[in-house]
């Protein structure tokens, strides 16, 4: 249930709603918005959905949810959620570029890369210490070691950075490094490690899962929210399709249905899901055009020797050339970027 209250209800109204749902052994979600307020009720339907809650003071209506998703819901909080990580906005009408390699390989090549990007205008550096792998045989990444390389490159470059986790047991780890952390396409129903990322403070990068629904992939995004953890950024990476000749297939119509569905900020990572190199400009364009709040670019300065993703890796060069373009499409569309 959803309890909206009026645009006059006063703190105490709110106070004695969130009073009564407790008094029935019931959560209260309060969301306070610039206009209302409005509380997020989670407990056993029928005892809530017994009570009149319409006639308590300051409240507007009550209401019953369908959807399996609540507090990542339009409905529960019509304002869009912005997230700030040392002083870089993702969402709320601005457009952000995180870019980097897809794995820290070594100093000298995350240091490369984040100088390039960051004189090419991207605002966050992406970078993985521990890798998903198709094969168990090849690279997993530097662990540790790599968090405290990208720990480095942030002080220098003055760049937040993100990084995947992949592993409850590691959740305080790259936490403890990480600005964002992120769960990767193949965790996306791992709800252990929902529920870990869910319960440490820094913003959640939730990539869809390559076989999952949208509303899959929000219901995976209730378990974060759930545990308290309100900053979560929903990046689409492509979905697996009939088609072959590209990596993933990009699902831009989740970019605006995602904007109805849900106040979360949305990315799209074009590199993963065009896996060509060639295609990572043009899906960047369409990403902005669709009206998403940020994009993900890998960014290698040999994408040649690149030990994982090199085939999707943008040269720094074509980077500067495709946030050229993507400039040009934000301004015509009054976007700022
Ligand atoms: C990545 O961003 O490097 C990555 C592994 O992405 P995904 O989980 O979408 O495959
Ligand atoms: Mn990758």
Redesign the pocket.
């Known amino acids: 249930m959803i309890i909206v209250m009026s645009k006059s209800a006063t703190d105490a109204d709110v106070k004695a709603v969130v009073e009564r749902l407790k008094s029935i052994g019931c959560e209260a979600h309060v969301s306070v918005g610039q206009y209302r307020t409005v509380i997020g009720a989670v407990g056993d339907r029928e005892t809530i959905r017994q009570l009149p809650w319409e006639a308590m003071p300051g409240v507007e209506r009550a209401v019953p949810v369908m959807k399996p998703f609540k507090f990542v819901s339009r409905d529960f909080q019509p304002e869009d959620t912005v997230i700030e990580v040392r002083g870089v906005t993702i969402g709320g009408g601005t457009f952000t570029t995180i870019a980097g390699p897809?794995a820290v390989e070594s100093r000298d090549q995350l240091f490369r890369t984040a100088e390039a990007v960051k004189r090419a205008g991207a605002s966050i550096l992406r970078g993985d210490a521990f890798k998903p792998r198709t094969s168990p045989y090849s690279f997993q990444g530097l662990g540790e070691k790599g968090l405290e390389i990208l720990a480095e490159a942030r002080e220098e470059f003055d760049l937040p950075f993100v990084a995947e986790v992949l592993d409850p047991r590691d959740v305080e780890l790259v936490s403890s490094y990480a600005d964002i952390i992120r769960i990767g396409t193949r965790n996306m129903a791992n709800f252990t490690l929902l529920t870990e990322v869910g319960r440490q403070p820094k913003p959640v990068m939730l990539k869809r899962g390559f076989t999952a629904t949208i509303e899959e992939w929000l219901n995976a995004a209730e378990y974060v929210y759930k545990e308290g953890n309100q900053q979560i950024i929903l990046a689409e990476r492509g979905i697996r399709t009939f088609e072959t000749a590209s990596r993933n297939t990009l699902d831009i119509t989740a970019v605006p249905l995602l904007k109805s569905m849900s106040h979360l900020p949305v990315l799209v990572d074009p590199s993963?899901a065009g896996g060509k190199r060639e295609l990572v400009a043009p899906l960047a364009r369409a990403a902005v055009a669709a009206g998403a709040d940020a994009i993900m670019v890998?960014v290698h300065p040999t994408p040649d020797t690149a030990l994982?993703?090199g085939a999707q890796a943008l040269l720094p060069s074509e980077f500067v050339e495709m946030m050229e373009s993507i400039r040009a499409i934000a301004e015509a569309l009054g976007i700022s970027i």
Request: overall charge negative; aromatic content about 0%; hydrophobic content about 20%.
């Open positions: 897809c993963h890998d994982v993703d």
